[in-house]
């Protein structure tokens, strides 16, 4: 089964509202990773969370990591139509050259 | 920095036939690189690893033979899915990782659609 398992897996919020999304893993990970992807492209790396952070951000994006709970959430704050793209979570499990391992990914629609 | 092609970005080819598809990093070298296929509305799922000098490692359930990976260089990894089935239309998308950086930040290819009639 996958690593990542990201709820919800469909988002529909209104231009400018905040947008959580959440990413749970089994196993013990070295670091996760959040990309998008919009329709029928490849991925954009988003951020990345190293096991010892418990929180990152980078511009519009706030990702926090919680290992105890195996989980990890992605904030984006002042949506905008152009968010609108599905969000993968991945994670590796550890060692320089661990693949990764993608949830199934949350569809967020943001409307203008 | 840290670009990724694949080439074609997108092919239709008839049933038996074989096509290759090849993923570049662009301004930087990658020993390791990565194969995924998405079927729409899916998420990405791992068929392979392609070390450069050295023999693809498949993940389970994916046909070696079917799916010929060759990472002749630094910079350069193939992906050629032989004797194409309709079943294998499908999304298929690369990664690589940059050599000299340490950590696991892979960098994705556009992606190449597989259409097979």
């Known amino acids: 089964s996958q690593q990542g398992e990201e709820d919800p897996q469909a988002l529909s919020i209104q231009e400018g509202e905040n947008a959580t999304m959440n990413c749970s893993y089994k196993t013990s990970i070295n670091n996760l990773q959040w990309y998008r992807q919009n329709s029928g492209r490849g991925l954009v790396h988003l951020i990345l969370?190293?096991?010892?952070?418990r929180e990152k951000h980078s511009g519009r994006l706030r990702v926090t990591l919680d290992t105890s709970k195996k989980s990890s959430s992605l904030l984006i704050t002042a949506s905008r139509a152009a968010d609108t793209a599905s969000y993968f979570c991945?994670?590796?499990?550890?060692?320089?050259?661990?693949?990764?391992?993608f949830g199934k990914g949350i569809t967020l629609s943001v409307r203008p | 920095g840290a670009v990724v092609s694949q080439h074609p970005s997108w092919v239709i080819c008839k049933s038996g036939t074989s096509v290759k598809i090849e993923c570049r990093s662009l301004?930087?070298?990658?020993?390791?690189m990565f194969w995924y296929r998405q079927f729409p509305k899916q998420s990405l799922m791992l068929m392979a690893t392609?070390?450069?000098?050295?023999?693809?490692?498949?993940e389970q359930g994916v046909e070696k033979d079917k799916f010929l990976i060759n990472h002749a260089s630094l910079t350069l990894s193939t992906l050629t899915v032989t004797s194409a089935h309709p079943e294998d239309s499908s999304f298929y998308i690369c990664s690589a990782r940059d050599s000299r950086v340490g950590g696991n930040e892979q960098y994705f290819g556009p992606g190449t659609r597989l259409t097979v009639t």
């Open positions: 392609s070390n450069e000098g050295s023999k693809a490692t498949y």
């Open positions: 301004d930087f070298q990658a020993t390791t």
């Open positions: 991945a994670s590796t499990l550890g060692g320089a050259n661990s693949k990764l391992t």
């Open positions: 969370i190293r096991s010892n952070e």
